[in-house]
């Protein structure tokens, strides 16, 4: 198996339990007990430490490393000088780190260890303080007591000039892991929404 580790890739001879009792459908879950997050859950070959997925999203979160760019200094680390011969986990790289901050964010919200209930619509996002909102942090007569412009909610929208390179080739290949659960409305309603401004544009121009 190859384990992908702070300080490195490696390879390593790893058996599945067999004791009386094992279930080797559960052999995942042993690794998990391990600290080894399996880039599969059928007959995994290739598994992440807990220690190098939380320094992936650090250094995403506060060096800007890209996913290539942190397997390549892992590529270093195991073998500076001939980095071509060390295993490519890219690929894997990608999708578990995926899966790994998707969970960190549930457990931060409460959802992480009660598997019956899951965060609603907005469940994983942050609650604003700051921001007025009328039976939390306003009076019931705000409307009387405070000037229109004394309490007023601002929208800021920033350009994204860069998102025509997201573009995915495959969109229908995309799974969401928290669609809704965020800052971001569902995919279903946005769609809904579109295609209803759009029948309404329709007919404001013709009228």
């Not at 250094?59 to 490393?65: I, M, N, S």
């Not at 000088?81 to 999708?95: C, N």
Request: charged fraction near 25%; include cysteine.
């Amino acid at each position: 198996m190859t384990i992908v580790h702070t300080e490195g890739i490696f390879s390593h001879e790893v058996s599945v339990c067999k004791c009386p009792g094992s279930d080797p459908n559960d052999w995942h879950l042993d690794l998990l007990h391990q600290r080894l997050f399996p880039a599969s859950i059928s007959k995994p070959k290739t598994a992440f430490t807990f220690d190098v997925l939380d320094h992936f999203l650090i250094d995403a979160l506060e060096c800007k490393t890209s996913a290539m760019s942190f397997y390549q200094k892992l590529k270093r680390f195991t073998n500076n000088a001939f980095p071509e011969r060390v295993p490519d986990r890219y690929r894997e790289l990608m999708r578990v780190s995926w899966l790994w901050r998707d969970l960190k964010h549930r457990k931060w919200f409460g959802f992480g260890h009660d598997a019956e209930k899951g965060p609603g619509d907005g469940g994983l996002a942050l609650f604003c303080p700051a921001c007025p909102q009328p039976g939390l942090n306003l009076p019931a007569d705000w409307k009387v007591r405070y000037d229109r412009d004394t309490v007023m909610r601002q929208y800021v929208i920033d350009g994204n000039f860069t998102a025509q390179h997201m573009k995915m080739n495959k969109p229908e290949l995309d799974v969401a892991l928290s669609d809704g659960k965020g800052y971001m409305v569902s995919e279903g309603p946005y769609q809904n929404h579109l295609q209803q401004s759009l029948c309404k544009d329709a007919l404001d121009y013709h009228t």
